[in-house]
């Protein structure tokens, strides 16, 4: 029996895995963002932390978003010119296993429908008031276990702080 295809057809874990989606221009919002969720015990990956040294970059992104079961996309004007950002905000919204486990960062204003119209339909978290507070919404959207909407993101876990 071939011990690739076994992995494939186990069940994936419920424990929340957030892919985070960002342009490189953005990577400063990325590596805070890991630090908010590393600080909360959320595993995630960060391209700049988790592709190794000599392996492919290409196939790095696609094995994460195939293990992970969260996406957060850092949105900014210069999101929506990247391709990369793009095909993985498809890519999770055409998994089953990213429904309502989408999540866009609002960090300037964009019109998020130009990264992907699907994305639209989707509850952001505004990050431009208050870093801190955004990063309560987040980790409080991922532990109740699906992106509901925004009643119910106000509920606010106080513990955890994106300023530290």
């Known amino acids: 029996m071939n011990t690739r295809r076994s992995r494939r057809l186990r069940p994936r874990s419920t424990r929340p895995r957030v892919f ?37 970059w290409y196939r790095s992104v696609g094995d994460a978003l195939e293990n992970c079961n969260w996406l957060i996309i850092i949105v900014t004007p210069r999101t929506k010119a990247s391709v990369w950002v793009r095909e993985e905000a498809m890519y999770a919204a055409t998994s089953r296993r990213y429904r309502d486990r989408i999540v866009p960062l609002l960090f300037n204003r964009c019109d998020v429908r130009k990264i992907a119209w699907s994305l639209s339909t989707v509850q952001y978290i505004d990050c431009r008031k208050s870093l801190s507070g955004a990063g309560r919404q987040l980790v409080a959207v991922i532990r109740a276990g699906r992106n509901q909407r925004a009643w119910v993101i106000h509920r606010l876990d106080e513990e955890i702080s994106i300023d530290q």
């Open 20 to 56: 985070i989606s960002h342009t490189s221009s953005d990577r400063r919002y990325a590596a805070r963002l890991g630090k908010l969720l590393k600080a909360a015990r959320i595993e995630y990956w960060y391209s700049r932390e988790h592709v190794r040294s000599g392996r492919s």
